[in-house]
T-cell receptor, first 112, second 115 residues
C-alpha cells in the first residue's frame, strides 16, 4: 500500500529565503507525482506535475525534482514571498490505477 | 479557463438528513474522483469513475454514502442519513486518462457541516 509522507509538517520563514519541502513515498512504482497548493478554506491548485520518466519540472520560482529509486521528491521555492504562504501537498499516482495518494502536507508561512 | 464546478459551496444540515453534493467535471475529462478532507485524516479518496463507470468506491462507507454519474457532465455524492462525523470538505477532481500525462484538476469543494 502506497504511503506518502511530507516533512516538515509546518515551516515558518522570513521573506526572501529559499525553501525545500520534502515528500517521500514507499512504493517506487509510480507514473507521476503532482505538487498542489491549498490556501485556507480553498481548493487545491496544481503547481507542478512530474511524470515518472522525468527528473524535474520548473515553473517560475518553483522547481520540483523526482527520484523514483529513492522514493523522494522535493519542491524548491526560490526567494519566498508572503504570498507563498499556504499548505503544499504532494500526491503520487501509481501504475494500474488512477488513484492519487496524498501526503499530509506542509503548512508554510512566509512573514515579511 | 477550464475548471471543475462543485455545488453547493457550503451546506449545513441536521443529523439524519439527506445531503447531495454535485460536481461538473471539465468537459472532455473521462475520470472523476471524490475526496474528503478533514483535519485528522487529510485527503481521503472516497470513489472514482472512468467513462462514468465506478472503478473503486472502497474508501466510502457504503451503508450511507453513494456516488453516481448520471451523465458525463454530472457526478453526485449522496449521504443518507448524514451524521456529525461526516462533517468535512468534499472535493471533486477530474482528469483525462491516462493520468500520467495530464494530472488532476480539483474543484473548490463543498464544506459540509452536520449538526
Amino acid at each position: 500500500k502506497q504511503e506518502v509522507t511530507q516533512i516538515p509538517a509546518a515551516l515558518s520563514v522570513p521573506e526572501g529565503e529559499n525553501l525545500v519541502l520534502n515528500c517521500s513515498f514507499t512504493d517506487s512504482a509510480i507514473y507521476n507525482l503532482q505538487w498542489f497548493r491549498q490556501d485556507p478554506g480553498k481548493g487545491l491548485t496544481s503547481l507542478l506535475l512530474i511524470q515518472s520518466s522525468q527528473r524535474e519540472q520548473t515553473s517560475g520560482r518553483l522547481n520540483a525534482s523526482l527520484d523514483k529509486s529513492s522514493g523522494r521528491s522535493t519542491l524548491y521555492i526560490a526567494a519566498s514571498q508572503p504570498g507563498d504562504s499556504a499548505t503544499y501537498l504532494c500526491a503520487v499516482g501509481s501504475y494500474n490505477t488512477d488513484k492519487l495518494i496524498f501526503g499530509t502536507g506542509t503548512r508554510l508561512q512566509v512573514f515579511p | 479557463d477550464a475548471r471543475v464546478t462543485q455545488t453547493p459551496r457550503d451546506k449545513v444540515t441536521e443529523m439524519g438528513q439527506e445531503v447531495t453534493m454535485r460536481c461538473q467535471p471539465i468537459l472532455g475529462h473521462n475520470t472523476v474522483f471524490w475526496y474528503r478532507q478533514t483535519m485528522m485524516q487529510g485527503l481521503e479518496l472516497l470513489a472514482y469513475f472512468r467513462n462514468r463507470a465506478p472503478l473503486d468506491d472502497s474508501g466510502m462507507p457504503k451503508d450511507r454514502f453513494s456516488a453516481e454519474m448520471p451523465d458525463a457532465t454530472l457526478a453526485t455524492l449522496k449521504i443518507q442519513p448524514s451524521e456529525p462525523r461526516d462533517s468535512a470538505v468534499y472535493f471533486c477532481a477530474s482528469g483525462l486518462s491516462p493520468l500520467g500525462n495530464y494530472g488532476y484538476t480539483f474543484g473548490s469543494g463543498t464544506r459540509l457541516t452536520v449538526v
